[in-house]
């Protein structure tokens, strides 16, 4: 996803002085339940201070990995091999300037696990930084689109500010939800939540698909 993203970024211990509310570990964070829903929508956290990205099974799949490695944490360059060589450089380009803004990401493109089909994902996740302006941690959710038959992937502009769709900033807001929903502990909520965020991933892919369709008339 991210080649070497981390290589030039100085290490950060703790999380002291984070410009996020949220204080759970990677590994005390829960990632969304999709075993449990319908659809294919899968969650990832990224912990960018030790380079150990940590996801749920379907992203897992998406990428070709081992499902307790995904889980366990894995270093951002073995989720960039699953990723489409015509794809992966303006992927990785647009996820290293989305941790360094500490902004969203949004970017549909297509993965390819060794040895497994080609796959479409949409995915939108958002980076934060540490008290200094370093990038810290990101997080976010990949929808599966692969049966929405396009030719070719559509290249998702960048939120150059917030004028964005009401479904994207609903999006955001819902990530933000979700995390604080996490540190209550209380497992309706957060699956409640898991259902939010995977109708808005549904919803995104439509608007993804309109916007690609008018620009190819």
Known sequence: MLANATSDWPSMPGLVGMHVIDTLLPDELPLLDTTKLPGHV??????????RLYADDVVAGLFGLDLHAAGAGVPIEHYEAGIHPEDRAWVSER?????EASG????????????G???????RGRFYHDAEGRPLRG?????????????RPV??????????????????QGLALRELLATARRPFLLKLADML?????????????????????
Do not use: C, F, Q
């Open 95 to 99: 996820l290293r300037h989305a941790a």
């Open 197 to 217: 965020l995977m109708e808005l991933g549904h919803e995104l892919a439509k608007l993804v698909k309109d916007a690609g369709g008018k620009r190819r008339r």
């Open 139 to 151: 997080h976010g959710i990949i929808l599966d689109i692969t049966d929405r038959r396009d030719e």
């Open 42 to 51: 899968g969650s990832w956290d990224w912990d960018i201070a030790g380079n």
């Open 117 to 123: 089909p080609v796959r479409r994902v949409l995915a």
């Open 155 to 172: 290249l998702v502009p960048e939120p150059a500010n917030r004028d964005d769709h009401v479904l994207e900033r609903a999006a955001d």
């Open 104 to 115: 969203v990401v949004e970017a549909e493109y297509r993965t390819r696990p060794r040895g």
